[in-house]
C-alpha cells in the first residue's frame, strides 16, 4: 500500500520511473503543482500507512471468563452515559422476573467431600453401581437419570449394597439433585425479600445430603453471599439446625462420611428413619423454619402414601413448604396432587379460631400466581408438564464415574413452594417498568416534540408538548412516588409484592420478528396466550424478546389475551387453543424431498383421475 500510494503521488505530479530518461527533470522544469484537496488526501493516506504495524498480528483477546454469579450477570446488560450511571437495558420489573441461575458450579468444598469419597472405593465397582442403578436401557451410553430405585429381592441383597449404593448415588445422583434444589431456594429468596431467613431445615428423603448441601450453600449470611458460587462455605450458612429424615441406611451413612470434618460448630445436624409427632413445632414459633422433600414422592408407592406424607409435613409446623420432583408427567402429577392437598389443609385451618391470621391457611408462593386449581392438572391424565429445567457444570468426578466426556447437564423438575398465611393483597401499582430502552424511547420522543415545538411557535403546540413532557417525566421517575417512598427499597418490595400477581411462562416463549408470543399461568387460574406486538412500545418488546421459560413476566398485552384450553378426557373434541406447548416439537417436522414431493404429485394426479369418471357419471 506504501508503494501503491507512492507511485499515485508520483503518476499525479507526471514524474516518470527511474530508468526513463525522461525522469531526469532539468533544473528548468519544475514540478507540477498538486490539487489542494488531492495533496491532502494522499498526505493522510501515507500518514495511516506510516503508523500502521507491519507484519504484526492483533493480538486476540482472551476468553471472557463467564461468571456463574447471579449478581453479576444481572449487570451484564447494561447501558453507560456520560456520567458513568449504569441503567440495565431491561426494565427493574422484567429483571425480577427473570432473576434466573446461568449455570450452577457445585462448590469446592462439596466438590472435595465427594472425591474423598470416591478415593476410598473401587472405581470399576463404582462405574458399574452407577450404571446399573443410573443408565437407562438405550443405545445411548450418555442416556443418564438421577431416579433412584433401591429395592432387592431380599433384604439381604440390599444391605449388601447398601453401601456401594450410597457411594453411586453421592457421585451420580447428589451432583443433578443439587442444582435444581439450589434454584428453587435462590428463586424464593428472591420473592420472600431479604427479611425472610432460614435457621431450620427439615429435610425428608434426605438421601446422601442433596438438600442438606444446597441449602447450606442458599442460606447465607451477608459475608457468605458475595462469595463465587464454587467458593460457598458451609461455615457461612445462617442454617443453625438440620434433620435429615432418611430410612434407607446406606444413602444416610454415605451423607454423614460427606460432612466428616468441616461441619462448624453452629450446626446442628441429626439423622433419623421417620418424623413422630411429637416433633412438631408450634407454627407461631416456626416463621424461620423450611420443610424440604426433594425427589422423593415418586419414590413412593402410591398415592395414600404420598398424600400421608404431605400431612406429615404440614402437620410438623414449618412455615415454609418446599416440594421438588422430577419434570416427568408422574413428578408433576406427585406435585400438583400435594399442592392441592396443601392448600385444603390449609383453608382447613381457616375454620378454627385458635389459628393466629397471619398464619391461618396458607398459599403458593411459586410457581403458581394463584391459589386456585392447577388448568394442567389432570389426575390419570397427565399430557403436559408444568416443569422447569436448570443447568449445571458436571464436575470431573462425574464425568470419570460415568466414562462421559459430557461438560454440563439440564436438571429438569416440578416444584411448588407452599406458604402458610394468606396471599399477600393484590397490588397494581406499574413500579419499575422502564429500563435503558424504554429511558431512550422516552428521549427521543422528548427531543421530536421540542423540536416540534420550535418550529410551531404557537401556544397551543407549547401547552401540549409541556404535557407531553411531564407526562413523560412523570413515567421515567414513577419508581420515586410518594406513597412507596424514595429509596430503592421500597421500589424492590413494591415490585416484589406485585409480582405474586404476574403470570409465569410455563412454555418457552415463541419471538418472532414483530411480536413476541408468550404463554403464562395467570392470576386467574388459566393458560393465556399473551402477544407482544412491537407496536406496543420499545421497552415491552424488548423485555418480552429477552424473556425465557419460567419467567414471570410484568407488561400486560396490548390486546386482550387468549385463553389456552387443554384436552380433559380422552376423545373430547379439541377446542380452538387446545394447542398449548406443542411448540416442543418445532424443529422435528420432516425435511422436504424430492421423493416426497413426487408422491405428493402422483397422488395429486390419482385423486383427478377418479374424480373425473364421477363427474361424468353426474352429467349422464
Known amino acids: ?101 446461568g449455570q450452577v458450579v457445585l462448590p469446592l468444598e462439596l466438590q472435595d467431600a465427594i472425591q474423598r469419597l470416591i478415593a476410598e472405593s473401587n472405581k470399576s465397582q463404582l462405574h458399574s453401581d452407577a450404571k446399573r442403578l443410573f443408565q437407562k436401557d438405550t443405545d445411548d451410553d450418555e442416556n443418564w437419570e438421577s431416579h433412584y430405585d433401591g429395592t432387592y429381592r431380599t433384604r439381604l441383597q440390599g444391605v449388601k449394597h447398601a453401601k456401594r449404593d450410597g457411594t453411586a448415588f453421592a457421585s451420580v445422583a447428589l451432583p443433578a439433585h443439587y442444582p435444581a434444589i439450589f434454584a428453587v431456594f435462590d428463586h424464593v429468596k428472591r420473592r420472600l425479600g431479604p427479611s425472610w431467613s432460614v435457621e431450620q431445615v427439615i429435610d425428608w428423603g434426605a438421601g446422601t445430603g442433596s438438600g442438606l448441601w444446597a441449602s447450606l450453600y442458599s442460606f ?85 402414601s404420598r398424600k400421608n406424607l404431605v400431612q406429615e409435613i404440614w402437620e410438623s409446623g414449618a412455615n415454609t413448604i418446599v416440594l421438588i420432583d422430577h419434570d416427568s408427567k408422574q413428578g408433576f402429577e406427585a406435585i400438583a396432587g400435594a399442592r392441592e392437598f396443601l392448600l385444603e389443609l390449609g383453608r382447613k385451618d381457616l375454620l378454627h379460631d385458635g389459628a393466629p391470621s397471619h398464619l391461618a391457611g396458607s398459599h403458593v408462593v411459586a410457581p403458581c400466581p394463584h391459589d386456585g386449581a392447577c388448568p394442567l392438572y389432570f389426575p390419570g391424565f397427565i399430557k403436559l408438564v408444568c416443569g422447569y429445567s436448570q443447568r449445571i457444570q458436571i464436575p470431573e468426578f462425574v464425568r470419570r464415574t460415568k466414562h462421559s466426556n459430557i461438560g454440563h447437564d439440564d436438571t429438569g423438575y416440578s416444584y411448588v413452594v407452599i406458604q402458610r398465611g394468606p396471599r399477600p393483597r393484590p397490588t397494581v401499582l406499574g413500579l419499575g417498568r422502564v429500563g435503558a430502552v424504554g429511558k431512550r424511547a422516552l428521549e427521543k420522543e422528548a427531543l421530536a416534540s421540542s423540536i416540534g415545538e420550535l418550529q410551531v411557535h404557537s401556544e397551543n403546540a407549547s401547552d401540549v408538548n409541556s404535557h407531553s413532557r411531564e407526562a413523560e417525566n412523570t413515567t421515567l421517575t414513577k419508581p420515586l412516588l410518594p406513597e412507596v417512598g424514595n429509596n430503592a427499597e421500597d421500589v424492590d418490595e413494591a415490585i416484589r409484592l406485585e409480582a405474586y400477581q404476574w403470570p409465569r411462562l410455563v412454555f418457552p416463549p415463541l419471538k418472532r420478528s414483530g411480536h413476541i408470543i408468550l404463554d403464562g399461568c395467570t392470576a386467574e387460574g388459566k393458560i393465556m396466550r399473551m402477544t407482544i406486538p412491537k407496536s406496543q412500545g420499545k421497552q415491552a418488546f424488548y423485555d418480552a424478546r429477552k424473556s425465557s421459560w419460567g419467567d414471570i413476566f410484568p407488561h400486560p398485552p396490548k390486546n386482550k389475551p387468549q385463553e389456552r384450553h387443554h384436552v380433559i378426557k380422552p376423545g373430547s373434541i379439541n377446542v380452538a387453543g387446545s394447542d398449548i406447548g406443542k411448540r416442543q416439537s418445532v424443529g422435528k417436522q420432516e425435511k422436504t424431498t424430492y421423493e416426497g414431493i413426487a408422491k405428493s404429485l402422483r397422488e395429486a394426479r390419482k385423486s383427478k383421475r377418479v374424480e373425473k369418471p364421477l363427474m361424468d357419471e353426474d352429467e349422464v
Open 1 to 101: 500500500m506504501h508503494r501503491a500510494a507512492h507511485l499515485t503521488r508520483r503518476a499525479v505530479t507526471g514524474r516518470a520511473p527511474a530508468f526513463s530518461s525522461l525522469s531526469r527533470p532539468g533544473p528548468t522544469q519544475p514540478n507540477t503543482r498538486l490539487d489542494v484537496d488531492l495533496d491532502i488526501l494522499l498526505r493522510n493516506v501515507d500518514t495511516a500507512l506510516r503508523g500502521a504495524p507491519r507484519g504484526q498480528r492483533k493480538t486476540p483477546q482472551e476468553l471472557e471468563v463467564v461468571s456463574s454469579h447471579p449478581s453479576e450477570a444481572e449487570h451484564a446488560d447494561v447501558d453507560h452515559d456520560g456520567e458513568g450511571d449504569e441503567l440495565p437495558r431491561k426494565s427493574p420489573a422484567a429483571m425480577f422476573g427473570s432473576q434466573q441461575l
Open 220 to 304: 447465607q449470611s451477608p459475608s457468605g453471599v458475595q462469595n463465587p458460587m464454587d467458593n460457598l462455605r458451609i461455615a457461612d450458612a445462617t442454617v443453625k439446625s438440620y434433620i435429615a429424615i432418611e430410612k434407607r441406611n446406606g444413602l444416610s451413612e454415605i451423607g454423614r462420611r460427606l460432612l466428616h470434618g468441616i461441619q462448624p460448630e453452629h450446626l446442628s445436624i441429626n439423622w433419623k428413619k421417620g418424623w413422630s409427632s411429637e416433633e412438631n413445632m408450634n407454627p407461631l414459633h416456626a416463621g424461620n423454619s423450611v420443610a424440604l422433600s426433594a425427589f422423593l414422592l415418586t419414590t413412593l408407592p402410591d398415592n395414600l
